[in-house]
Structures are given as structure tokens and as C-alpha cells.
């Protein structure tokens, strides 16, 4: 599994658009990038994969550069309730073994 | 549909009790899965299943942790004696796709 760098926190407010960029120098022709979101006392919840350039899903933007060794999560106009720990994961879609690493703690403020 | 749901919430035993902890994946997902955190770690991958077979193993920590799925719906993991480092958070997935896991919202659980 290709080894993920993303910053360890965030801060925004309320109506802003938090972008977390993680760093995947190692990633492989066969792997995905796949975003996963966890809030207190949860699971993680799966909110968006993709493979190149962009992908948008009713949660999210994924954006992926030509050279695939990033990739950035895009939460438009975030609230409150967006406070959470999120996860960036690099990996073959038969990986089944998801790595977590530390992920980035987003903390939404009014 | 019901996602995937976890028994007890929290349970707090005393080091060297048995606890069994319980996982219901999503109905017809095949693929289940165990991860756990322990305290200030990383959530780590404990073992999957397909159906009622055991696919992989390799990351239960030793041989106090038993998982089963029997007859391919819910899976119990079962630590037996509990010690102090097994306490933390044990996550149960589910999925169709494999990188595509539903989580269930954790046990945690407590040794004193």
C-alpha cells in the first residue's frame, strides 16, 4: 500500500471551503485514492474514490493532478457538522486491508 | 437499509475475563471486516471474511483473539483472557466492494 502524508489538522468556519491535500509520492499504476470521513464515537464512512483528474459526489470534490502523486479533497461551504477526522487511502481496489493512518482532524467553527 | 450494527456500545471487564463482542454486517454483503484502535494508535486491520470462510488473519494481534462467522451473516470476536492492551475501539465493516466498507460505529471496550 502506497504510504499516504496529509496534515495532521485543520481549521475553518462556517460557509467556507476546506481543500486537505494528501501526499501519495509512491502511488502506484493500479491504485485509487479513496477518502474516508469519521466523526466522534462513529466508524469511518466512505465519502468519494477516484482515480484521476476530477471526481464530485454530493459530499464532495476529489481532484487529481496528471502525475497522481497528490490529491486534494474539496468540502464546499462547510457547517458545523463537517467537523471531522478525515482519512486519505491509497490502495488497489482489491485491497481490502484499508490504512487508516492519522488522518486530518477538520474542526468547523462559527 | 440497516447499516452495519455492533453489540455491546462499550463494555468494561476486568483483565483476564472473556468478552465477546458481536458484528451484524449489511444484508448481503458478503466481505466483513474487523479493525480495531487501540489508545493514541492508528485503526489497524484485525481480519476478513467471506462469507463464513476466514480469507485473512494476519492481523489479529495473538492467539487470545477468536473471530467467527457462522453460517455467513453475523460474526462475534471473542478475546479470551482479556489483558490491559486489548482495551480501545474494535470497528466491524462491511462491504460488496472491497475498498468500499461500510463501518459499524464500534465497541469500545475497557480492561482494567
Known amino acids: 500500500l502506497a504510504k499516504t502524508t496529509q496534515p495532521i489538522s485543520m481549521d475553518s468556519y462556517e460557509g467556507q471551503e476546506v481543500n486537505i491535500t494528501c501526499s501519495h509520492n509512491?502511488?502506484?499504476?493500479?491504485?485509487?485514492i479513496t477518502w474516508y470521513q469519521q466523526f466522534p464515537s462513529q466508524g469511518p464512512r466512505f465519502i468519494i474514490q477516484?482515480?484521476?483528474t476530477k471526481v464530485t459526489n454530493e459530499v464532495a470534490s476529489l481532484f487529481i493532478p496528471a502525475d497522481r502523486k497528490s490529491s486534494t479533497l474539496s468540502l464546499p461551504r462547510v457547517s458545523l457538522s463537517d467537523t471531522a477526522v478525515y482519512y486519505c487511502?491509497?490502495?488497489?481496489?482489491?485491497?481490502?486491508?484499508?490504512?487508516f493512518g492519522a488522518g486530518t482532524t477538520v474542526t468547523v467553527r462559527a | 437499509e440497516a447499516g452495519v450494527t455492533q453489540f455491546p456500545s462499550h463494555s468494561v471487564i476486568e483483565k483476564g475475563q472473556t468478552v465477546t463482542l458481536r458484528c451484524d454486517p449489511i444484508?448481503?454483503?458478503?466481505?466483513l471486516y474487523w479493525y480495531r484502535r487501540v489508545m493514541g494508535k492508528e485503526i489497524k486491520f484485525l481480519l476478513h471474511?467471506?462469507?463464513?470462510?476466514?480469507?485473512?488473519e494476519s492481523g489479529m494481534p495473538n492467539n487470545r483473539f477468536l473471530a467467527e462467522r457462522t453460517g455467513g451473516t453475523y460474526s462475534t470476536l471473542k478475546v479470551q483472557p482479556a489483558e490491559l492492551e486489548d482495551s480501545g475501539v474494535y470497528f466491524c465493516?462491511?462491504?460488496?466492494?472491497?475498498?468500499?466498507?461500510?463501518f459499524g460505529p464500534g465497541t469500545r471496550l475497557t480492561v482494567l
Open positions: 465493516a462491511s462491504s460488496r466492494e472491497r475498498t468500499l466498507q461500510f
Open positions: 471474511f467471506v462469507k463464513e470462510s476466514k480469507q485473512d
Open positions: 509512491n502511488i502506484a499504476t493500479n491504485d485509487y
Open positions: 477516484g482515480y484521476k
Open positions: 487511502l491509497v490502495g488497489d481496489v482489491n485491497d481490502y486491508k484499508l490504512s
Open positions: 444484508s448481503g454483503h458478503d466481505n
